[in-house]
């Protein structure tokens, strides 16, 4: 039969299959109609129609998935030296898996144990968020040694690394927030699951905002650092100067945070996208010739008033 409802059919109290109707306040919302699908009478697997439903939608954002995966695998090939291999294996692990899912995708597949290790790639992910959110931190709150007797050029050097090396750390928490945002999209291709899809989006949109504090960190120790280049022997434009090269280079680490996160918020906002287009009424046509399926075409139904 083909079922046109607007909305999740309720679940069998028993757990066998699903009833004819949607719940909503204060009980039954509407029931399902139910037609004759005359074309799928004579099928031997109805179980392929599900399976040829959920590569339709998946396929149509195959483009941009293979697009988003080569440029986080070329990331992780140029990945700062700070991100400890075993963090990086886990990055460079998880965009296997990835590219595993967009060909069996392309070849009509959805594979549930690759399924499987998208969720246990979340869980390794976050750790390395929290590990390399943990090292900014830190970074931000170590001095700088000062092996100059008279002059300011040590010190000014020494305050240029520790912002170049927070620029890295940064730059090592965005990829590893657009290679959680990439294992989410592939994880919208999965028909099912609304309530997982949309908590593991805000527990990714939260961590996005919690790296975008991190510019506040580093400005709160800005001015104690710049204080610390001062010499008697240095002239006052020197000083300047030296102070204007730290100021820089913090700026450069600031701005590389916003920018990062702005990309991996919009990644999560396409997705987003998806997950809407997914939503939609549609129905599909199949052409059937004996028991085999020859061709299949989506089109978009009218949203209910």
Known sequence: MEVVV?????????GNGMRG????????????????????????????????????VAQKHLADINAKLTELA?????????????????????????????????????PSAVRGQLEASEGELTKVFRHLYAEYGKVVGQG???T????????????????QRLERIASDIALCLRTRAAAWHVLCLYPGEPQLKNARRDAILAHVEAARSLPGQLDAVLGQDLERIKSMWNKQETLDARKGEVRRAATSANQLVYD??????????????LML?????????????GSEIVGVRREALPLAA
């Not at 287009?277 to 010739?289: G, I, K, N």
């Open 6 to 14: 607007n909305g999740n059919l309720a679940q069998a109290a028993d």
């Open 148 to 163: 100059d007797t008279v002059g300011s050029q040590a010190v000014t050097e020494g305050l240029v690394r520790k912002m």
């Open 21 to 56: 109707f949607v719940l909503g306040a204060p009980g039954i919302k509407e029931h399902a109609r139910l037609f004759e699908a005359d074309k799928l009478k004579h099928m031997i697997n109805a179980a392929a129609v599900w399976q040829i439903a959920s590569v339709i």
């Open 144 to 146: 700088v040694a000062d």
């Open 74 to 110: 070329d990331a992780v090939k140029g990945v700062s030296e700070f991100l400890e291999l075993e963090r990086r294996s886990v990055l460079s692990g998880t965009l296997d898996y990835l590219s595993t899912v967009a060909r069996a995708v392309q070849a009509g597949e959805l």
């Open 277 to 289: 287009a997914q939503s939609q009424p549609m129905r599909l046509l199949f052409e059937v010739d």
């Open 260 to 273: 990062k996160t702005d990309e991996c918020r919009d990644a999560v906002a396409r997705t987003d996208q």
